[in-house]
């Protein structure tokens, strides 16, 4: 198989592979009216999760299934994910239950709003909850007035929810406030939560003729003789669920850009492009589901297309100074509520820019020194006369015979410098200490 045939059969399989990635997706109908959906929640709480929670809980609308029952067991995560599983909760047309196991499991952090948020909350015996105090994506405290700011917010949101569901709010907000935690017999005897059930059988006999309140009105359970349905995440929420970390979208970036930079510098090397396209699509299609700052992504974009410019126009490194700069601007300002670590990001930048630089002032260099092949490289070479110059004559010069010529009487053996060209000839003139 020749290259150019490989090469094709190469770019196929990888939009095959692309478009493999994006468009699996879970199982569509898995519930039926007579089923109780459980959704299993396992780990932090991030995009792919969000959109996995959301988009089982409309699956059981679809199919009018009786009851959403989310499994819950989380460290917590990203504020903006954890609204967006709050909302798909609290505007369910069928009522879900939150029920923090097995035993060991806990919900903190965001987890503490998504199981107050439920209309029904539950917890295992041996399970906690709390320690719902906002902190950064590293896990570092945020800095003291915007702390003041995110805090303020989240406990008046805690508080919100908790009242509307008839829930302790008091203790939410200092749940959000101090970081206080407490078990699941604390939290039903301090009306956190509804009930403590061991296992999921007791949670169901428990339910049974419960009332709840949804934005519909009121529904009576009846959970006796419920068929479970365990929704499963497809390859599609499993791939979004890693990439969704802003940690892995920013590396995406990085080898997305490495690798197109050198297919543009280096054409026909293909593997490179292959992989940085890949890495740039996986990019644009996980910042859907993270809260984007648009102006970040512009100048990222703009870093972009400074760094390929680099490859075509001497700008003696300017222009990669001025992507070095919107790159980084554009990596801290991507994400509007989360970051990627300074400690992260400071590493790659700099290895980043120091390729650049060092590439710039190659090509600096390679401008400033003499040419060393072609015509222009005689210019300022010593050769021995070979025939008298009188005006014209012949001299040895970088391994050649040539014809010269001369202002002055030049004798054989004599050494001239080379000083201009014309055509094939050269004009040269006595060189100093010119004999032998």
């Known amino acids: 198989m020749d290259k150019e045939k490989r090469n094709g059969w190469l770019c196929i399989f990888s939009?095959?592979?692309?478009?493999?990635?994006?468009g699996l997706v879970s199982p569509s109908m898995v519930a039926a009216a007579n089923d109780v959906m459980i959704i299993g929640v396992d780990g932090p709480i991030s995009p792919g999760s969000a959109t996995f929670l959301a988009r089982g809980i409309k699956e059981a609308e679809s199919v009018n299934a009786s009851l959403?029952?989310?499994?819950?067991?989380?460290?917590?995560?990203?504020?903006?994910?954890?609204?967006?599983?709050?909302?798909?909760?609290?505007?369910?047309?069928?009522?879900?239950?939150?029920?923090?196991?097995?035993?060991?499991?806990?919900?903190?952090?965001?987890?503490?709003?998504?199981?107050?948020s439920a209309h029904v909350a539950a917890m295992a015996p041996g399970t906690n909850i709390g320690a719902a105090h906002p902190v950064s994506i590293g896990g570092e405290d945020i800095q003291k007035t915007m702390s003041e700011k995110v805090v303020n917010d989240m406990a008046s949101y805690g508080r919100g929810i908790a009242k509307e569901k008839g829930r302790n709010a008091e203790w939410v907000e200092r749940a959000i406030r101090e970081s206080v935690s407490i078990?699941?017999?604390?939290?039903?005897?301090?009306?956190?939560?509804?009930?403590?059930?061991?296992?999921?059988?007791?949670?169901?006999?428990?339910?049974?003729?419960?009332?709840?309140?949804l934005i519909t009105g009121k529904v009576t359970l009846q959970t006796t003789n419920l068929t479970k349905i365990f929704y499963q995440p497809g390859f599609r929420d499993k791939l979004l669920n890693v990439i969704s970390d802003p940690?892995?979208?920013?590396?995406?970036?990085?080898?997305?850009?490495?690798?197109?930079?050198?297919?543009?510098?280096?054409?026909?090397?293909?593997?490179?492009?292959?992989?940085?396209?890949?890495s740039l699509i996986l990019f644009f299609f996980s910042i859907q589901t993270l809260p984007v700052n648009y102006t970040g992504l512009l100048l990222i974009v703009l870093a972009i297309i400074l760094f390929i410019a680099e490859i075509k126009i001497t700008s003696y490194g300017i222009l990669s100074i001025g992507g070095v700069v919107s790159f980084t601007l554009g990596s801290?300002?991507?994400?509007?509520?989360?970051?990627?670590?300074?400690?992260?990001?400071?590493?790659?930048?700099?290895?980043?820019?120091?390729?650049?630089?060092?590439?710039?002032?190659?090509?600096?260099?390679?401008?400033?020194?003499?040419?060393?092949?072609?015509?222009?490289?005689?210019i300022g070479e010593v050769g021995v006369v070979k025939e008298r110059i009188d005006p014209e004559g012949k001299v040895f010069v970088h391994g050649e015979l040539w014809r010269a010529a001369s202002r002055e009487r030049i004798e054989p053996n004599e050494k001239v410098e080379v000083e201009e060209i014309q055509g094939l000839l050269l004009k040269v003139r006595k060189a100093i200490n010119s004999k032998f």
């Open 247 to 278: 940690n892995i979208v920013w590396f995406l970036m990085v080898i997305g850009l490495a690798g197109l930079y050198f297919e543009f510098s280096h054409p026909g090397a293909i593997f490179p492009g292959v992989i940085g396209a890949i």
């Open 183 to 213: 078990t699941a017999d604390e939290a039903l005897e301090n009306h956190v939560i509804d009930l403590v059930a061991k296992d999921m059988d007791d949670l169901l006999t428990q339910l049974d003729g419960w009332e709840v309140t």
């Open 332 to 378: 801290i300002m991507l994400f509007e509520d989360v970051g990627v670590p300074l400690k992260l990001m400071a590493p790659t930048i700099i290895l980043i820019s120091g390729f650049f630089i060092g590439v710039s002032t190659l090509a600096f260099r390679a401008y400033r020194s003499k040419p060393q092949s072609g015509m222009e490289g005689l």
């Open 15 to 22: 939009g095959v592979f692309i478009l493999c990635l994006l």
């Open 68 to 116: 959403v029952i989310v499994q819950l067991d989380t460290p917590g995560g990203l504020g903006s994910s954890m609204r967006t599983m709050v909302k798909a909760i609290t505007n369910s047309k069928i009522p879900v239950v939150v029920y923090v196991s097995p035993t060991g499991a806990g919900a903190a952090s965001a987890g503490v709003l998504i199981t107050v």
